[in-house]
């Protein structure tokens, strides 16, 4: 059984001004969350800037995240490192604090060869009894996980269930699906192509996106799975400005400048990630006054 389908949120992590944690505001940002019909959580993935936490910031966040979800929705747990050692010790403490999944994104830097991914998420996923969803982000990491490593992985170790594909390449990832024979579950990684991906297999997203607009990513999900394709299509373009604004710097710096324009007072960013462009303000500000969210 899948860990969750629909649109999951990869929801950011809020900060004071001087950089610590908001519990108090990540608290409110979960019930809107819930409220507004995501899927699941995931917490202390790329978009809560899990690579600028300290590790005890790291899972202090992710035991206060599935303690105040409480069970009423997934909690996936983001645990990956480019260190592998590192990588085991932050999921089998996350597994303590009764996560129903990991999200282990590729090992960025080292630039590991297939061989050494495939070793790599085979000794995570052996240390932990809980499923782990891949996550392949070459873009960010410099290291794309092949098709028929995934396959591998999935057919050979029990608890890797599912993959966040955000390498973009539509390509990769029918062949991914062609290879797999049903036994992987995919989520799109990247906003923008929701709909395709789930016309090959998909079964939801690990949204960005969702932290403005919950309602609307779920719907994509949902109308999709009910059928309405046409539907389901409709509201992925009419997005299309949003998604463009979203991403026109490094997420999540204009997600986080978003939800601070929204009234929703995330807080700054952790260095060196920088407040956004002037000039790209104004398009954020203009894109999310034309799908109603300001």
């Known amino acids: 059984m899948a860990i969750f389908k ?16 908001n519990y108090e505001k990540f608290e409110e940002l979960v019930e809107e969350q819930i409220a507004g019909s995501t899927d699941a959580i995931i917490v202390c993935g790329t978009t809560g ?25 997934p909690v996936i747990a983001g645990t990956g490192s480019n260190c ?15 996560v129903d999944g990991l999200l282990l994104v590729t090992p960025y830097y080292n630039k590991a060869t297939q061989k050494g991914l495939f070793e790599h998420y085979k000794q995570i996923a052996n240390s932990v009894k ?13 290291c794309n996980i092949l098709p028929q490593t ?3 992985l999935c057919t050979e170790v029990s608890n890797i269930v599912g993959i966040k594909e955000a390498s973009g390449n539509i390509s990769q990832v029918v062949k991914l699906m062609s290879l797999a024979g049903g036994k992987i579950d995919l989520y799109s990684g ?5 709909v395709p991906l789930m016309s090959l297999g998909g079964i939801g997203v690990i949204s960005v996106v969702s932290n403005v607009a919950p309602k609307q990513m779920h719907d994509i999900c949902q109308k999709f799975f009910d059928g309405d394709v046409e539907g389901s299509m409709k509201e992925q373009l009419r997005a299309i400005e949003l998604y463009d604004a979203l991403f026109c710097e490094v997420n999540p710096i204009p997600v986080k400048t978003a939800m601070n324009l929204m009234g929703k007072n995330v807080g700054p ?7 956004m462009e002037p000039k790209n303000v104004e398009t954020l500000k203009t894109a999310l006054q034309n799908y109603g969210l300001l």
Do not use: W
């Not at 899990?50 to 929705?73: M, P, Q, W, Y």
């Not at 990247?190 to 929701?194: E, G, I, K, L």
């Not at 960013?269 to 407040?275: A, G, K, R």
């Open 6 to 21: 629909g649109a999951g949120v990869a929801i950011v992590t809020p900060f004071h001004e001087d950089g610590s944690v």
């Open 49 to 73: 800037e899990a690579s600028t936490l300290t590790h005890e910031e790291h899972l202090d966040l992710i035991r206060f995240c599935a303690e105040k979800v409480n069970g009423r929705v």
């Open 84 to 98: 592998t050692k590192t990588a085991i010790y932050l999921s089998q403490e996350a597994e303590k604090y009764g």
């Open 130 to 142: 809980l499923p782990i969803i891949l996550y392949n982000v070459p873009s960010r990491t410099g």
């Open 150 to 152: 995934v396959v591998k």
């Open 190 to 194: 990247n906003d923008d192509q929701v």
């Open 269 to 275: 960013l952790h260095m060196p990630l920088s407040e």
